[in-house]
């Protein structure tokens, strides 16, 4: 049949017309559509007893042994329908196998909503006999869509982005396509089918072809509330980061209290690790460090009461020391060729080696001003120098986290007094002490420079950082 696939799925969602794909599918011969063999209510379709031979409490024991069933199947190629809220334990499997075509039927979610609720007040789900049509309005519930939306959004892009990260492409299908017999045809022989169909199957019917004014009971409600919603993500901050790791060789374990810190990068680094070696009398070489994901998963395991933090500076502060320690110095662990670079091309009135005498606080704050005007175009994406870690958002960063684990707990810089110390009594400490603030080390503080143009360029470099965390002026 195929010999670039053996099984076949087609991602869909309740009301996009998936019944009627799947009939036309299976006019096709060679081809064989077997419903929605892991929904968790039924196997199948609502009355089957099995699938394959397989019955639901087999499938719900080793669902994967039913996929294997379906790709071995002895009659052609054949395939099955998957929604969002079906078995989420097989969906991994199927995005990975690229001999499993990937088919992605769409329709207006607006349509598909309506759809959904008039098939809820008829009960009537298919229809096949226009005599038997049962008639209801839909009444639409703002909140229920909202919720109805992100769900179809969601896992479209899940599977986007599974398709990306493997190297597949699927075949697209919208619900209005599925009229055109050329469409169809196309699918079928991108399936690896030779047999053709002459016309589309007329068993089921169009169950409500009326315009959608007509098949809401509230619709200027609708109207009014789909007007609110921000259909082209308008009111978004642009992000133009690229994806970040989780950053485990960062990671910092206490040596006997069970926290474990994991910092964002020219944040209040020193400061925190004082406090750990504090916290247990030890000295910092005595911290648990330079973690890979296994030795992360260990010590956890080790440590059944642990707890996670990071702290959150406020983005100008952290501009700064990223600045000052970075590109500013050019002592160990500082960027000499990014220093470089932004001397030549960007124009940073730093000089070309350590601060002396002559850097004045008026140079400083013209350097970190330049430097924040960089950070803007940088974080843009309009730069050839790399977004760092060092000055990446903050939220980007803990995005990257999330694709292991994200801390317990979120401290922002200027409440650790309070917030450490009662996060190591959770743990079981009895007397934790106060973290001690370690300076930025720069030629002239923040404070000294600060006025309401660095606050700006701050907030422009990092509009995600404020918006996302709430952070008002530094001052």
């Given at each position: 049949?195929?010999?670039?696939?053996?099984?076949?799925?087609?991602?869909?969602?309740?009301?996009?017309?998936?019944?009627?794909?799947?009939?036309?599918?299976?006019?096709?011969?060679?081809?064989?559509?077997?419903?929605?063999?892991?929904?968790?209510?039924?196997?199948?379709?609502?009355?089957?007893?099995?699938?394959?031979?397989?019955?639901?409490?087999?499938?719900?024991?080793?669902?994967?042994?039913?996929?294997?069933?379906?790709?071995?199947?002895?009659?052609?190629?054949?395939?099955?329908?998957?929604?969002?809220?079906?078995?989420?334990r097989i969906l991994p499997v199927i995005l990975e196998d690229a001999r499993c075509a990937k088919i992605i039927l769409t329709r207006n979610p607006v349509d598909?909503?309506?759809?959904?609720?008039?098939?809820?007040?008829?009960?009537?789900?298919?229809?096949?006999?226009?005599?038997?049509?049962?008639?209801?309005?839909?009444?639409?519930?703002?909140?229920?869509?909202?919720?109805?939306?992100?769900?179809?959004?969601?896992?479209?892009?899940?599977?986007?982005?599974?398709?990306?990260?493997?190297?597949?492409?699927?075949?697209?299908?919208?619900?209005?396509?599925?009229?055109?017999?050329?469409?169809?045809?196309?699918?079928?022989?991108?399936?690896?089918?030779?047999?053709?169909?002459?016309?589309?199957?007329?068993?089921?019917?169009?169950?409500?072809?009326?315009?959608?004014?007509?098949?809401?009971?509230?619709?200027?409600?609708?109207?009014?509330?789909?007007?609110?919603?921000?259909?082209?993500?308008?009111?978004?901050?642009?992000?133009?980061?690229?994806?970040?790791?989780?950053?485990?060789?960062?990671?910092?374990?206490?040596?006997?209290?069970?926290?474990?810190?994991?910092?964002?990068?020219?944040?209040?680094?020193?400061?925190?690790?004082?406090?750990?070696?504090?916290?247990?009398?030890?000295?910092?070489?005595?911290?648990?460090?330079?973690?890979?994901?296994?030795?992360?998963?260990?010590?956890?395991?080790?440590?059944?009461?642990?707890?996670?933090?990071?702290?959150?500076?406020?983005?100008?502060?952290?501009?700064?020391?990223?600045?000052?320690?970075?590109?500013?110095?050019?002592?160990?662990?500082?960027?000499?060729?990014?220093?470089?670079?932004?001397?030549?091309?960007?124009?940073?009135?730093?000089?070309?080696?350590?601060?002396?005498?002559?850097?004045?606080?008026?140079?400083?704050?013209?350097?970190?001003?330049?430097?924040?005007?960089?950070?803007?175009?940088?974080l843009a994406g309009q730069t050839a120098v790399r977004i760092d870690g060092h000055w990446a958002s903050q939220t980007q960063a803990l995005q990257g986290m999330?694709?292991?684990?994200?801390?317990?707990?979120?401290?922002?810089?200027?409440?650790?007094?309070?917030?450490?110390?009662?996060?190591?009594?959770?743990?079981?400490?009895?007397?934790?002490?106060?973290?001690?603030?370690?300076?930025?080390?720069?030629?002239?503080?923040?404070?000294?420079?600060?006025?309401?143009?660095?606050?700006?360029?701050?907030?422009?470099?990092?509009?995600?950082?404020?918006?996302?965390f709430g952070f008002g002026d530094w001052g």
């Amino acid at each position: 049949m195929s010999d670039r696939f053996d099984s076949f799925v087609v991602f869909a969602e309740m009301r996009t017309g998936s019944n009627f794909l799947e009939a036309n599918l299976n006019a096709v011969d060679g081809l064989s559509c077997l419903g929605e063999v892991f929904n968790p209510h039924f196997i199948g379709y609502p009355n089957a007893q099995d699938v394959l031979g397989i019955t639901q409490a087999e499938r719900d024991r080793d669902p994967e042994g039913l996929l294997n069933e379906i790709r071995g199947y002895a009659g052609g190629l054949a395939g099955f329908r998957f929604f969002h809220d079906h078995d989420p334990r097989i969906l991994p499997v199927i995005l990975e196998d690229a001999r499993c075509a990937k088919i992605i039927l769409t329709r207006n979610p607006v349509d598909s909503y309506v759809s959904w609720k008039i098939a809820q007040a008829t009960g009537q789900w298919k229809l096949t006999n226009v005599k038997k049509r049962k008639d209801a309005k839909a009444q639409f519930d703002a909140a229920e869509f909202e919720a109805h939306l992100d769900a179809l959004q969601a896992f479209q892009v899940t599977l986007m982005n599974a398709l990306q990260t493997t190297g597949q492409t699927a075949f697209y299908v919208a619900y209005e396509d599925l009229q055109d017999v050329a469409v169809m045809n196309g699918l079928a022989r991108w399936l690896g089918a030779t047999a053709q169909l002459d016309s589309l199957n007329t068993a089921l019917k169009r169950q409500n072809p009326e315009p959608i004014s007509q098949k809401v009971e509230n619709f200027a409600e609708m109207e009014q509330a789909l007007a609110r919603l921000d259909r082209f993500n308008l009111t978004r901050t642009p992000n133009f980061e690229p994806r970040r790791g989780p950053a485990v060789p960062g990671y910092v374990g206490g040596a006997r209290t069970p926290l474990l810190y994991m910092p964002l990068k020219s944040g209040p680094e020193e400061t925190v690790r004082n406090w750990m070696c504090a916290l247990d009398g030890v000295p910092e070489q005595a911290l648990a460090r330079d973690f890979n994901q296994q030795s992360l998963r260990q010590w956890k395991r080790e440590r059944p009461t642990h707890r996670s933090f990071t702290v959150l500076r406020h983005p100008l502060a952290r501009a700064h020391d990223a600045f000052c320690s970075k590109i500013l110095s050019t002592g160990k662990g500082s960027y000499k060729g990014i220093r470089k670079t932004l001397r030549r091309a960007h124009n940073l009135p730093i000089p070309e080696g350590e601060p002396g005498s002559d850097y004045t606080l008026e140079t400083h704050r013209a350097a970190f001003t330049a430097f924040l005007h960089f950070l803007k175009a940088n974080l843009a994406g309009q730069t050839a120098v790399r977004i760092d870690g060092h000055w990446a958002s903050q939220t980007q960063a803990l995005q990257g986290m999330a694709d292991l684990t994200l801390p317990d707990m979120l401290v922002r810089e200027d409440e650790m007094a309070s917030y450490l110390p009662a996060l190591a009594m959770q743990v079981g400490h009895a007397a934790p002490p106060d973290p001690v603030a370690v300076p930025t080390q720069a030629p002239y503080a923040l404070a000294q420079i600060y006025d309401d143009q660095l606050e700006s360029a701050a907030r422009e470099a990092y509009q995600r950082d404020y918006l996302m965390f709430g952070f008002g002026d530094w001052g």
